[in-house]
């Protein structure tokens, strides 16, 4: 079992940066495959981007390819999600999920999902 908790969501402007955290319990982080999905107020999850177990793969939806950056320190248990110039169309309840298997980008292929944490994004 997984258990995950993200933070750093807040309201920003357009332009702006915002650093989104997720820790996760357990002893065996390292060999969990990561990932951020987002919400939109009325729409769908979607994914956003995910890394592998070590930290050497990294996918990434083309919507933020380019301003958003995952990485993840397997010795905090932590994987982070760097947002830079956020647009509009960003504002969502970003979710950070986890699976014990390789890199993946399909919602159903993760088993544990954190509560989400609010981006607002005004223009």
């Known amino acids: 079992q997984v258990q995950l908790v993200e933070s750093g969501g807040g309201l920003v402007q357009a332009g702006d940066s915002l650093r989104l955290s997720c820790a996760a319990s357990?002893?065996?982080?390292?060999?969990?495959?990561m990932a951020w999905f987002r919400q939109p107020p009325g729409k769908e999850r979607e994914f956003v981007a995910a890394i592998s177990g070590s930290g050497g793969r990294t996918y990434y939806a083309d919507s933020v390819k380019g301003r958003f950056t995952i990485s993840r320190d397997n010795a905090k248990n932590t994987v982070y999600l760097q947002m830079d110039s956020l647009k509009p169309e960003d504002m969502a309840l970003y979710y950070c999920a986890a699976r014990y298997a390789s890199i993946a980008t399909a919602r159903w292929q993760y088993d544990y999902w954190g509560q989400g944490t609010q981006v607002t994004v005004s223009s």
């Open positions: 357990g002893r065996t982080f390292s060999i969990y495959a």
